[in-house]
Each structure stands twice: as structure tokens, then as C-alpha cells.
């Protein structure tokens, strides 16, 4: 029988950073350096394969190009491996596993994000154990077909769903949480899959989509925030899609100048989408008087997505389907990414 494959792509972050002598900042180095600090590779019994962005980058500077790219590179590759381990900065991890899992359609293999918060010449890092079990799961297989076939962060001992995660630590090793799905496997001793919190098996004809639209803004509400600040985000040209960050299950102010604002960019045929500061629980737009006044005018809500999914999902959408279908699509569930369906 041949040798399971598994293909690894390289995009840079801490895992792969060394200190430069002149600043002492962490800056990414090359796959080749990368490797050496692991021999334990060696020991896997599967052919791994690299392929490493020309240009390895601090996460921070990803953009919806490079995800264009991994999508183009596991395209490419979609036959010949049995999964895909993405090696990424933690700083926006969970965006680009969120996009990936819109732009990956009936994946039927694994796609695991994984990196460190320390980087792998490091004596204390956590890169090992984070790329080698990353390595496992995305090797792992059940009557000839892989277990996990969707878009996945492996963190410090956790398995979690991309599309549901977010960074909330850059300090512990444990820096991603799920704050509204369960983790979809723990490694300890042994690794415990918890299959049925797994996308189902997918037989259908995977699709690989390259387009997004970027036309989409994020206002984050405070105390005190002033009619200047949300008529300059409302006023962004060609906006389609504008993001409230809402107090807990999705309230805002109830003063007629702020409706006002958003209902004429609603007027004007941008889509607004409530997502929640709080991490856990739903957007419940009726729920409390204050928002009341956001469900009358048509903003929509994310019910309990987080808002890296929220922001992919609308890119995505945006570029695939009309107006009207994009709302429809907003309150469904396509890739794991929501359990509500409210307003
Ligand atoms: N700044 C780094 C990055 O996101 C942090 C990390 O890798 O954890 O690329």
C-alpha cells in the first residue's frame, strides 16, 4: 500500500521567527531553518511535502490575496495528498481558517492551521507538539476515508473548528477558544475525536473559490461614540456590507441619529450585520428595546458567529451571490460556521 501524503504549507509566523540582531523583533525565516529544528518528521511514517509562500509573512500582514493563494495551492495539490497542514501566524488565524472554510467547498479532506507562540528554536516553544499532532490529524483516516474534512485550528492539545474560533490569548500557549462549538478533539495520550461534532463526509465534487469582496467595514460601538465617527464609516464608497460590533445580544443606542445613519445605508443597499462584542451566546435582535429599533430597519443578525466569520462569510457571499441571496445565506448555516438561525 502506498504512503499516506501529507502537504505543508508554510506562510510564516512566530513558529518559523527567529530575533534579528539589529532590532531584536521576531521576523520569519525560511522552511529550510524551519525543518532542521524538527528531526522528529523523519519519524512519521507518511511522505510530507513543502510548499512555502515566496515571501513568509507576520500574519498581520495576510491579506485576501494570500488566502486566494492557499486556496490555489490546495487546488492544485487537492489530489495527490491526503491532507493539508497550513503553517500561519496566530494573529489572524482564525480569519483566514474562517475564509478558507467558505472558499474550500465540500472539502473532503483535512486543511489544519496550526503555528506557536513561541518560535520553534525556542527551548520552551510549543511548535513541536502544535505541528506534529497537526500533522497526525490531517493524516488521519477511517475505512480508506479521512476523518476530518474540514477547515480546522490544532492549538495547544485542541482540535477546534476554524470557522468558530478566535484568538484571545497572546500570552498562554492556549491562545484560540471556540466560545460557541465544542472542541472537535482533544490530544492528550491518546487523541480523542469527537466525530460527531465533525462535518459529515462529504462525497460530493470539491470547489475551489478564488473570489472575494473586500467593500465591507466594521464599527465597533462604545459609549460616547460621536455621529462624526459613524457617518464617516457609513459614508465608505461602494460599501456593501457594514459590521456593528453590538453590546451583548446585539443592543446599540436607540438615538434617532444613529438609526438614522444606518438606515440610509441600508437604503443606500449595503447590507448591516449585527455581531456581538460578547464571544459567547447569540445576536437576539427583539430580545431588548434597544434592539428593537436595528430589527425595524432591516439590519441583520449574526446570530451566534463570531465576527472573523462574520467578515470572511460576507466576503465570500458578496462575491458569489446577489444582494438579496447574500442576507439569506448570512442567517443559514453553510460551513459549520452557525447554530442559530435568529434575527
Ligand atoms: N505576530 C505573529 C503572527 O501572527 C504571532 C504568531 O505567530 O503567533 O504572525
Redesign the pocket.
Known amino acids: 500500500m502506498s504512503k499516506s501524503r501529507a502537504l505543508i504549507i508554510y506562510t510564516?509566523?512566530?513558529?518559523g521567527?527567529v530575533k534579528d540582531a539589529a532590532s531584536g523583533a521576531?521576523m520569519?525565516v525560511n522552511i529550510e531553518l524551519l525543518l532542521q529544528h524538527i528531526p522528529e518528521l523523519n519519524r512519521i511514517d507518511a511522505e510530507l511535502c513543502i510548499e512555502a509562500f515566496e515571501t513568509t509573512?507576520?500574519?498581520?500582514?495576510?491579506t485576501p490575496a494570500h488566502w486566494i493563494r492557499l486556496v490555489e495551492i490546495i487546488e492544485q495539490n487537492y489530489d495527490a495528498f491526503d491532507g493539508f497542514v497550513i503553517l500561519?501566524?496566530?494573529?489572524?488565524?482564525a480569519y483566514t481558517a474562517s475564509a478558507l472554510s467558505f472558499m474550500l467547498e465540500n472539502l473532503g479532506k483535512p486543511v489544519i492551521l496550526t503555528?506557536?507562540?513561541l518560535p520553534i528554536g525556542v527551548l520552551r516553544s510549543d511548535a513541536k507538539e502544535n505541528f506534529i499532532t497537526a500533522l497526525e490529524l490531517a493524516l488521519l483516516k477511517e475505512n480508506g476515508w479521512s476523518k476530518i474534512n474540514e477547515v480546522c485550528i490544532y492549538f495547544e492539545y485542541h482540535l477546534l473548528r476554524g470557522n468558530r474560533t478566535t484568538?484571545y490569548s497572546?500570552s498562554n500557549f492556549n491562545?484560540f477558544i471556540s466560545p460557541n462549538y465544542p472542541a472537535l478533539a482533544e490530544a492528550g495520550v491518546n487523541i480523542q475525536i469527537h466525530t460527531n461534532l465533525l462535518l459529515p463526509i462529504t462525497k460530493a465534487t470539491p470547489a475551489f473559490h478564488k473570489k472575494l469582496d473586500e467593500n465591507i467595514a466594521v464599527l465597533r460601538l462604545f459609549p460616547g461614540i460621536t455621529p462624526q465617527h459613524v457617518k464617516a464609516i457609513c459614508g465608505i464608497p461602494n460599501l456593501k456590507a457594514l459590521i456593528i460590533e453590538t453590546y451583548g445580544s446585539g443592543n446599540a443606542p436607540t438615538a434617532s441619529w444613529f438609526v438614522e445613519y444606518l438606515r440610509q445605508t441600508i437604503a443606500g443597499g449595503a447590507l448591516v450585520v449585527n455581531v456581538s462584542q460578547c464571544l459567547n451566546g447569540a445576536v437576539e435582535q427583539g430580545k431588548y428595546k434597544t434592539s428593537q429599533q436595528l430589527l425595524a430597519i432591516g439590519v441583520i443578525g449574526a446570530g451566534d458567529m463570531t465576527l472573523e466569520t462574520t467578515l470572511c462569510k460576507l466576503m465570500f457571499l458578496l462575491a458569489h451571490a446577489s444582494m438579496e441571496d447574500v442576507s439569506l445565506l448570512l442567517a443559514a448555516d453553510i460551513s459549520g460556521e452557525r447554530s442559530h438561525s435568529e434575527n
Open positions: 510564516g509566523g512566530t513558529i521567527m521576531l520569519p509573512i507576520d500574519s498581520s500582514d495576510i500561519h501566524g496566530s494573529d489572524t488565524m503555528g506557536a507562540q484568538k497572546a491562545a
